[in-house]
């Protein structure tokens, strides 16, 4: 049975029209012993909500960088973020916290799991965050973990788990919050070719079944070539 | 904030159950201080009970002065009186026998047993715990024979209360009315008390009533000390006079009516000590107390050790955590509060430690010592809370650095290891 998880546009319909992201001119540097380094110079572009897209670039392009700034997790140096409406360039600690746990899910490359939790327990992890209520909590969780066909792995830690596996629950913590962005850093680059696969069509089938844009950065040209389209990163820049 | 504050809290149970290794590594300094300082406060809370105990059966209510006048009184009820007047509000009596009587329970003569002359108003004097039968009432002033109140010790060796006689040059029957608990707090090992009134006359002042003046019954020829205890009102300056100067110069005012002329026959001093038992227990809580507090922040150390090390360990679960939607607030309460489970676990372990010794240890005082009635082994109220208190500040001060550490770490940097 569905259960409701509040989200940003609980009891209101979205915004359909104007688009999910919107960079422009983004840019970002660091110092590194009094030696300045522009990793983002000028990156431009949307994404639309339900779209997915692949961004592709070489070592260093400042992909992950990129990815960061889009989960809220880094402010920009220079340019304009918007999401879902709002500046966030503008926004205070607090409310980028709000906003990254309500609209935004992460799936990482090396999963990030909780290692001493079940996986119930990790995907139940946002929901903590989001003041969910125990019962539903845990109801939502296992919801979720037997959509990705992991009903039998509930009560196991991730070292109980094999790649794939941790993967699925990785995935499952991310669409906890039922976002409207999901960020997924190279989410196969530590899976075999099976799991890969298996991975990216439970992303992809999972984010169009709730209408989630899908940003993923990867090297592999067979995940880029299953997005909708592919932001290409070159020094920096998006092309 | 309340949706942070409460994740905070949940995931810093979950962290502390998840983590048990670093729980209970983190626990030992802290149970042994807290420890320490639930046993100084269940001492300190049993001297303080015991104390009291023993001064108010022993010593009397608190502001109680025992008042003697040296030398030959002409009117005893006067001097009672004045005792009132001086502001007495209750008084007995306080009066060895002039020749210590022996007490005759068949065959057998008990010739070491201690009396003492008392009116029924000391048992509002002092505390009296009796084990059988019942302290003297003004009825008992009628009684034909001589009235007494014994200890347990001396009950048990007369056998049967009904038999017994008293004397000295030739003995008398008795009755005895009540048995008091044997303590720590009898005045000799065979107690008994003696009711003042005409039957026992004789054997408390020496001579009979009738052979010096029939008039005033109580007037004394043989008695050259005459003493009594005396409650007065704690808040009376003369309750907090060290040297009795207070009582005594208004007893002199009017001294001629009883026959004294100088008030240096008069003296007075406070026999109640709850005041310097107090003290002394305040000073030896304080001491132990400190040690407990040295204990204490060692075991504080411990935690905060323990907390930098984890936080500094657990930089990829934090940025996790950060990634997730945790807000800076509720990190913050994340570590705070893990800290604060763990010196809770801590404390309550401790409580449990230091229950189970003191009920060990009562259960041992019982058999080898009598404790007066009302005061028992145990561990107060007050030491629960001040033990778990403690142990709930201790983790918060010591989760703080941590958590701020935590704070301050890159959440970029924490994913990326």
Known sequence: MPVDVETPWSGASRPDSAPLLRVEGVTRHFTVSGRRIDVLRDCTFQVERGEIVAVVGQSGSGKSTLLNVLGLLDRPSGGSYVFDGVDTTRLGEGRRSRLRGEGIGFVFQQFHLLERRTALANVGVPLVLGGVPLLRRRARARELLEAMGLGHRLHSRPHQLSGGEQQRVALARALSRDPALILADEPTGALDAASSTMIMEQLLEQARSRDAAVVVVTHDPQVAGRADRVVELVEGRTR | ?417
């Not at chain 2, 006048?69 to 007495?88: H, P, Q």
């Not at chain 2, 050790?305 to 657990?314: A, S, Y």
């Open chain 2, 1 to 417: 904030m309340p949706h942070s504050l409460t994740a905070g809290i949940v995931l810093a149970f979950a962290g502390s159950r998840a983590n048990i290794a670093r729980t209970i590594l983190s626990c030992a300094g802290i149970v042994v201080g807290v420890g320490a300082l639930i046993m100084v406060v269940s001492a300190g809370d049993f001297g303080q009970k015991f104390a009291t105990a023993y001064g108010e059966a022993n010593a009397g209510l608190p502001a109680t002065l025992h008042v003697t006048v040296e030398g030959r009184l002409t009117d005893r009820s006067a001097l009672e009186e004045d005792l009132v007047r001086a502001g007495g509000r209750d008084l007995s009596i306080y009066q060895n026998p002039s020749k210590t009587p022996m007490l005759r329970s068949g065959d057998q003569v008990f010739s070491d047993v201690g009396f003492l002359g008392v009116d029924p108003s000391l048992g509002d004097i002092r505390r009296m715990h009796l084990a059988e039968g019942r302290w003297f009432t003004e009825a008992d002033l009628e009684s034909r024979a001589p009235v007494l109140v014994v200890n347990r010790t001396l009950a048990d060796e007369l056998g049967d209360l009904t038999q017994i006689q008293v004397g000295s040059d030739r003995w008398l029957d008795v009755r005895v009315v009540g048995v008091l608990e044997s303590t720590a707090l009898d005045f000799t090992w065979y107690s008994a008390y003696m009711l003042r009134a005409p039957a026992s006359e004789e054997l408390l002042f020496g001579t009979s009533v009738d052979t010096e003046d029939e008039e005033d019954p109580y007037v004394l020829t043989r008695t050259s000390q005459n003493s009594y205890q005396v409650r007065i009102d704690p808040t009376d300056p003369a309750a907090h006079d060290p040297f009795g100067e207070i009582f005594a110069e208004r007893l002199a005012t009017t001294s001629w009516r009883w026959g004294i002329e100088s008030v240096d026959d008069i003296w007075v001093y406070r026999t109640d000590y709850g005041d310097e038992v107090d003290a002394v227990i305040t000073y030896l809580s304080l001491g132990l107390a400190g040690i407990a507090v040295i204990t204490l922040g060692t075991g504080l150390l411990g935690v905060l050790n323990v907390g930098l090390v984890t936080v500094r360990e657990r930089r990829r679960e934090l940025a996790t955590y950060r990634a997730l939607g945790a807000s800076r607030f509720t990190l913050f309460v994340a570590v705070v509060m893990e800290a604060v489970v763990v010196s809770l676990v801590a404390g309550l372990i401790a409580l449990f430690g230091c229950w189970a010794v003191v009920t060990a240890a009562g259960v041992v005082t019982e058999r080898l010592v009598s404790l007066p009635p009302g005061v028992s082994l145990g561990i107060p109220v007050s030491a629960v809370l001040i033990g778990l208190g403690s142990a709930a500040l201790v983790g918060l001060l010591a989760g703080v650095i941590p958590a701020i550490r935590a704070l301050r770490a890159s959440v970029v940097a924490g994913l990326r290891e």
